[in-house]
């Protein structure tokens, strides 16, 4: 069982997940911005934290960039559903910054759970 963090302007895509991720065990926390993700990841320190990359208000990419900074062994899984661009530039680009795992949406929930167990197993 690990801590998650959920990271993503809907409000429904936020709920899938929490009880996914409760359904498998794990305890699931969320915001629905970066600036609020990064005081949460700060207050909780959880194990995994599932970024959305297009969110208003502050990107996916620059909340990855703070939360390196802050921890440069954050473990983070980007989604994206590529907005108005292509969602493999987005992913690719959360990769290179330092995600370990990028996922195109809509994302499949078992693939999803099976690598926050992965990334816990790393942890």
């Known amino acids: 069982?690990?801590?998650v963090l959920v990271i993503d302007d809907e409000e429904n895509i936020r709920n899938i997940f929490k009880r996914a991720l409760e359904k498998a065990n794990h305890e699931a926390i969320v915001a629905e911005n970066g600036v609020i993700g990064e005081q949460l990841y700060k207050q909780d320190r959880p194990?995994?934290?599932?970024?959305?990359?297009?969110m208003p208000d502050q990107e996916g990419i620059?909340?990855?960039?703070n939360l390196k900074a802050f921890d440069s062994n954050v473990k983070i899984i980007a989604i994206s559903g590529g907005g108005m661009g292509s969602a493999n530039y987005y992913l690719d680009n959360a990769v290179k910054l330092g995600a370990s795992y990028a996922m195109e949406k809509p994302v499949v929930i078992s693939d999803l759970i099976q690598k926050v167990e992965k990334l816990l197993v790393y942890s």
């Open 47 to 54: 194990d995994v934290i599932i970024l959305d990359i297009l």
């Open 1 to 3: 069982m690990g801590k």
């Open 62 to 65: 620059e909340t990855i960039l």
